[in-house]
Nanobody
Framework: VQLQASGGGLVQAGESLRLSCAASGRTFGSYTTGWFREVPGKEREFVAAISFSGKTTYYADSVKGRFTISRDNAKSIVNLQMNNLKPEDTAVYYC???????????????????WGQGTQVTVSS
C-alpha cells in the first residue's frame, strides 16, 4: 500500500483546510484508513479514522464537531475536512492504513501498517 497525503498549508484561526490521502496498491475498500498528527517533541496522536466501508467514523475529542473524515473507494481517496481550525491543530498530518483492523484498533498507532509522507498544517492566531 502506498499513501500520498496532500492539502496542508498555512491558514488563520477559524479558517478551513481539506487534506486528501490518495492510496494505491491493495484494494482501497478493504481496510480502515486514519489520520494522525505529530508535533515536535510529542508522540503522534490519533485524529480521525474511517472504516473500510465508510459507514463508521471515529474522532479524537479535540476535533469532534470540527473535522469530518470521508472516503471515496472508487477513487481510492480519503479526505479530512478541517473547519474552525485552531492554533493547537498545527502539526504534520499523516494518513495511515490499518490492514488488520479490529474493534478499537483504529485509534492505535501501532496497528497501522502503512503511512503516507505527511503534510504540514499551520494555523496562526
Amino acid at each position: 500500500v502506498q499513501l500520498q497525503a496532500s492539502g496542508g498549508g498555512l491558514v488563520q484561526a477559524g479558517e478551513s483546510l481539506r487534506l486528501s490521502c490518495a492510496a494505491s496498491g491493495r484494494t482501497f475498500g478493504s481496510y480502515t484508513t486514519g489520520w494522525f498528527r505529530e508535533v515536535p517533541g510529542k508522540e503522534r496522536e490519533f485524529v480521525a479514522a474511517i472504516s473500510f466501508s465508510g459507514k463508521t467514523t471515529y474522532y479524537a475529542d479535540s476535533v469532534k464537531g470540527r473535522f469530518t473524515i470521508s472516503r471515496d473507494n472508487a477513487k481510492s481517496i480519503v479526505n479530512l475536512q478541517m473547519n474552525n481550525l485552531k492554533p493547537e491543530d498545527t502539526a504534520v498530518y499523516y494518513c495511515g492504513a490499518d490492514l488488520h483492523g479490529y474493534a478499537g484498533s483504529e485509534r492505535l498507532i501501532r496497528e497501522y501498517d502503512f503511512w503516507g509522507q505527511g503534510t504540514q498544517v499551520t494555523v496562526s492566531s
